[in-house]
């Protein structure tokens, strides 16, 4: 426990700054006005554009959402893993893991409500390891691709 320590006060590392357009901009998806006509639906992604409800209830995780299906390939004409078509189940949770693992690393709101719907999608099954794999290497790039770069601007 950091409470029996001694020492100077432990300070955790500043998150650095995450930028959502810097973000879309890197990873070259473009958004979109949303159109549907379903007021449930947070928002979608159809080839490499997003569109997220003006009134979704969490914008952010929802943002991550649907880029991570853009990034995990679940948008493209040829989404296919390990030759076969993915579920849409498994879409899903892998769509919604890298929400999770955005949200938790930048330390934004949202992370208890992905849980729930990672396991509801699951029905009780397991993610693949190569899922996880997956689901681990979107959430890097996108976390990375929000972030300011060396070089890029400002002081580090």
Known sequence: MLSQTSGADYEPPAIPQWDRARALRTLEVEESP???????????AKGRQIAVNPVAQMPAKTTFHEVAHIEL?????????ES????????????????????????????????????????GAEIPERSAQRVFAVADRLIKAGREQQGEGGVQ
């Open 84 to 123: 076969e078509t993915l579920p849409r189940s498994l879409k899903e949770a892998e769509a919604e893991a890298v929400a999770l693992l955005c949200l938790e690393s930048l330390g934004m709101d949202g992370a208890e409500y992905c849980r729930g719907y990672i396991q509801s999608w699951l029905a």
């Open 73 to 81: 390939g679940h948008t493209s004409e040829s989404a296919v893993n």
């Open 34 to 44: 949303f159109e549907m006509m379903n007021g449930n639906c947070q928002g979608y």
